[in-house]
Every structure is written in C-alpha cells, then in structure tokens.
T-cell receptor
Framework: KNQVEQSPQSLIILEGKNCTLQ??????????LRWYKQDTGRGPVSLTI?????NTKSNGRYTATLDADTKQSSLHITASQLSDSASYIC???????????FGTGTSLTVIP | GAGVSQSPRYKVAKRGQDVALRCDPI?????LFWYQQALGQGPEFLTY????????KSGLPSDRFFAERPEGSVSTLKIQRTQQEDSAVYLC?????????????????FGQGTRLTVV
C-alpha cells in the first residue's frame, strides 16, 4: 500500500533555532517527492521538489534531503522565524499514477 | 487570475442538502486534481482530470460525489445529500502538464480550498 508517514506530528521550537522534519514513504514506483508548507486556512505551497536522482535541494532557509534507497526524506529549517509556523506536508508522486500521496503533516510552532 | 481560485471559501450545508464547489485552475493548465482534507489530516485524493477527461475517480468516497470539467477548464465538485462526515476542506490543484509527465521541474498549484461544514 502506498503510504507516506511523517514525524514528529507536532513540534515547538524557539525562534532562531533549527529543526528537522522527517518523511518515510512506501510509494512505488517513485517519481518525485515534494515538501509543502500549509498555513492555517490556506492551500499548500510548494517548498521543494526532488526526483530519485537528487539527494538534496535548498530553497532559502529550507533544505530537503532524499535517500531513495531507504525511502526517507527530511526537511531542515535553519534559523527559524515566527512565520515558519505552519503545517509541513511531504507529498510523493508515482510515475504511473495520477495522484499525489500526502503525509499527515508536521505542525510546527515557532515561539519568540 | 494568477493562481488557482476556489469558491466559495466557506460553505455551511444542512444534512441532506446538495452542494457544488467550484475550482478555477490556472489558465491553460491541463491537469486538475481534487482533494479532501479532514481536520488535522493530510489531503486525500478524490479525482483527476486531464483536460475535460476524468481519468481517475478512484478516490471519490461514494456515488454521492460527482465531479466534472466539461470544457477542460473550470471544474465543479458536487456532493449530493451531504452528511456530517463530508465536513472537510476540499482542495483543488492544477498543473500545466499531464500527470504522467510530471517531472522535478513541474509545479502543482493548490487553491485555498473550500471549507464545507455539514450541520
């Protein structure tokens, strides 16, 4: 069964600190993996997209890694800001499928 | 518009009422997806259109759910005889390529969603 699991479910960190979010997936055949940021009451906004041949990709303070062998990905946020408070969702696509497989997300709260 | 637009943003329906949710994708986008997101959960796939063709409707939870995209642009998700378990945010996404050609450089854009509450 195609599944995407994320951890932790929720996370509270102090402003300025770094954090790392985890994503494990069983989706096959794998095409690409995306990390989305979803603010409360808003639609998801893409942060990074990676194929199996890409090990790391950065977007400002966000850095995603991918290990296609172990089917794991991480999203590292550097020097967190209050505006980083949101839900971060890992999304995996298949080569043949017409849909994205979403994780349940990690709810990040950055406090002053 | 510049992005995917969904309307209404909020909808309250009495149980048993029919509702219609609208999605205006980005102009020219071939692929259109509908997702259902329950509170505190990740979005769950409902259906996929390539232009006007509904190629995958495997995620529709029951025959009360119906989606269409008659001219390959605007799409409508209709829910008949709504029930409380239908309460969720319904997200629409579009992409300028076919789903089977989605590559690392292809973006899928999401609308803000319609929050449906069935009372």
């Amino acid at each position: 069964k195609n599944q995407v699991e994320q951890s932790p479910q929720s996370l509270i960190i102090l402003e300025g600190k770094n954090c790392t979010l985890q994503c494990n997936y069983t989706v096959s055949p794998f095409s690409n993996l995306r990390w989305y940021k979803q603010d409360t009451g808003r639609g998801p906004v893409s942060l990074t997209i990676m194929t199996f041949s890409e090990n790391t990709k950065s977007n400002g303070r966000y850095t995603a890694t991918l290990d296609a062998d172990t089917k794991q990905s991480s999203l590292h946020i550097t020097a967190s800001q209050l505006s980083d408070s949101a839900s971060y969702i890992c999304v995996v696509s298949t080569i043949t499928g017409n849909q994205f497989y979403f994780g349940t997300g990690t709810s990040l709260t950055v406090i002053p | 518009g510049a992005g995917v637009s969904q309307s209404p943003r909020y909808k309250v329906a009495k149980r048993g009422q029919d509702v219609a949710l609208r999605c205006d994708p980005i102009s020219g986008h071939v692929s259109l997806f509908w997702y259902q997101q329950a509170l505190g959960q990740g979005p769950e796939f409902l259906t996929y259109f390539q232009n006007e063709a509904q190629l995958d409707k495997s995620g529709l939870p029951s025959d009360r759910f119906f989606a269409e995209r008659p001219e390959g642009s605007v799409s409508t998700l209709k829910i008949q005889r709504t029930q409380q378990e239908d309460s969720a945010v319904y997200l629409c996404a579009s992409s300028h390529v076919r789903s089977d050609l989605l590559s690392s450089n292809t973006e899928a854009f999401f609308g803000q969603g319609t929050r449906l509450t069935v009372v």
